[in-house]
């Protein structure tokens, strides 16, 4: 398993966001503007190194381990002998063990979640990659089981449920096909959810009319980036065509750059390639997921951001009546766990199968956990019903 460069802890590092000095980018505040688009400042993150932890996290781990330590694949024992491979994996098995201590599991808590969901409206905020469905190395077949979808339908039956994901919201709404969804991409910068009043803050909502010719709410706070999220997206095609395994994706308001398939020699060009694009654009960011860079804009706007807009507009803000689970894998996702743990409310589970520190309050193994954690609470409320 991949440990801390230093060796002195079990716990993973979090996959860490591409330091800025070494990518060179500007801390300069006022919004880059290619074709004359105007920004509104209220969402602009003023402090931004502070709010990513960017500085933080560089301070710990370098870009480079960052690269490494992101999706770990923590079986990989060098197999020298039966007796090494069966030592280390009691050991990972016992460091697992103890994580759990701290993030117990989901599956084996139900009656204690349940217990506090009583008298409350759960919600469900699920993210998709590595959640809803297991890490593969082409994210063009990350599809989902039939399985699961039966089991996302059957929740959804009893509880409000949303995805957010930092794929295109057409791509993860392709891939979930479930109507009576809502939905985030772009890491929550894109969200289409039902027309209910909303806070005065959220002028960039408009009025639109969905594929089953509902009227919803379209939040974009990111729109006056996608000229410029285009020309990066362009340039690091472009810059990255030779590089045999690297992928380029295009998440409408965000751009990854996937370099799982790609030779680990090559990781620090493919680095070096990103930093050189992203100098000319100081109003993006970069952070880091797994075995992926991805570029977005410089906004104070999250997954956690996306979980409070999404209360909000179904009208469930309300602290005491309300219990939102928030279940996700990675880095982005711990946005959303910790606004729900600094505000006291609902939970966040994490989904790992290595241990990793997070604001999570419990955890799940993998998808299939996932799956078998939503079918429980399916079944625990229509049994509470009767
Ligand atoms: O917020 P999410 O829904 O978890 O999306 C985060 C990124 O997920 C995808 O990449 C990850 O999953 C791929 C498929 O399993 C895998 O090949 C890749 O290595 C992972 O990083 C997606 O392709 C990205 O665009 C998302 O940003």
Not at 14 to 43: V, W
Not at 162 to 173: E, L, P, Q, T
Request: aromatic share 8%; glycine share 4%.
């Amino acid at each position: 398993m991949d440990l801390k460069a230093n060796h002195t802890s079990p716990v993973l590092a979090d996959p860490a966001p591409m330091n800025e000095s070494m990518l060179g980018l500007h801390s300069a505040m006022l919004p880059y503007s290619p074709n004359g688009a105007t920004f509104s400042p209220a969402l602009f993150l003023t402090i931004p190194r502070k709010k990513t932890g960017i500085l933080d996290d560089v301070k710990s781990v370098s870009w480079l381990d960052a690269m490494r330590a992101s999706s770990p694949t923590h079986n990989k024992v060098a197999a020298k002998d039966l007796s090494h491979d069966q030592q280390s994996s009691n050991d990972t098995d016992i460091v697992y063990r103890n994580w759990m201590l701290k993030y117990p599991s989901a599956l084996a808590s139900f009656e204690q979640i349940t217990n506090s969901a009583r008298g409350k409206r759960l919600v469900l905020f699920l993210d998709y990659d590595g959640t809803l469905s297991p890490i593969v190395d082409n994210p063009d077949n990350a599809f989902m089981s039939r399985a699961m979808r039966a089991a996302v339908k059957n929740a959804a039956k009893y509880f409000p449920t949303a995805i957010i994901s930092g794929r295109s919201r057409d791509k993860v709404c392709e891939f979930v096909r479930l109507t009576e969804l809502y939905y985030a991409g772009s890491h929550g910068m894109d969200i289409m959810g039902p027309v209910q009043p909303v806070s005065k803050d959220h002028k960039k909502c408009i009025r639109s009319i969905d594929n089953q010719g509902k009227e919803v709410i379209l939040f974009q706070p990111a729109s006056e980036f996608l000229p410029m999220i285009d020309e990066v997206l362009k340039a690091l095609i472009e810059k990255t065509k030779d590089i045999k395994g690297a992928k380029v994706e295009n998440n409408k308001f965000c751009v990854s750059v996937h370099y799982r398939n790609v030779e680990e020699k090559y990781w620090t060009t493919i680095a070096q390639y990103v930093e050189e694009v992203m100098k000319q654009y100081p109003r993006l960011r970069l952070t880091h997921g797994r075995k992926v860079l991805e570029v977005r804009p410089v906004l104070d706007w999250d997954k956690g951001k996306a979980v409070e807009f999404l209360l909000e507009s179904l009208g469930l803000s309300n602290s005491d009546e309300v219990l939102p689970i928030y279940i996700g894998d990675d880095r982005t996702d711990e946005d959303a766990f910790k606004v729900l743990k600094d505000s006291n409310r609902g939970y966040g589970i994490l989904v790992s199968s290595v241990p990793k520190e997070s604001n999570a309050s419990y955890s799940l193994r993998d998808p299939s956990e996932v799956m078998d954690f939503l079918k429980r609470l399916a079944r625990w409320k229509m049994s509470s019903a009767l």
